[in-house]
């Protein structure tokens, strides 16, 4: 069975006043819940922070991707650069022909 424990206080008018202990007490209390809302708060922010950094880091590296890739793109589409023969609609035989030359399709 469940046993139950009744305990009475009783408070005497002489001890109303605050003692020293509870004083003392209730200081810590306070001092370790702001200490510890303040290290809740810095470690909140600095993992907001890493965060920022890190999508502002993979952001630039797509754009500068993305600028390469454009920029290539534009410089294959100029006439004056070589493109593989089979784009132009050339015959691939001088690629054979050149990669005989080397003994690779002998």
Do not use: N, Y
């Not at 605050?18 to 819940?33: E, I, T």
């Amino acid at each position: 069975m469940p046993q139950v424990f009744c305990v009475q206080l009783h408070i005497s008018p002489a001890s109303t006043k605050p003692s020293v202990v509870v004083v003392v007490d209730v200081v810590v209390v306070v001092v370790v819940v702001v200490v510890v809302d303040v290290i809740v708060f810095v470690v909140v922010v600095v993992v907001v922070v890493v965060v920022v950094i890190v999508v502002v880091v993979v952001l630039v590296v797509v754009v500068v991707l993305v600028v390469i890739v454009v920029v290539v793109g534009v410089a294959a589409r100029r006439e004056d650069l070589p493109r593989w023969p089979a784009a132009k609609g050339s015959d691939s035989r001088a690629w054979e022909a050149h990669d005989s030359s080397f003994g690779w399709f002998q």
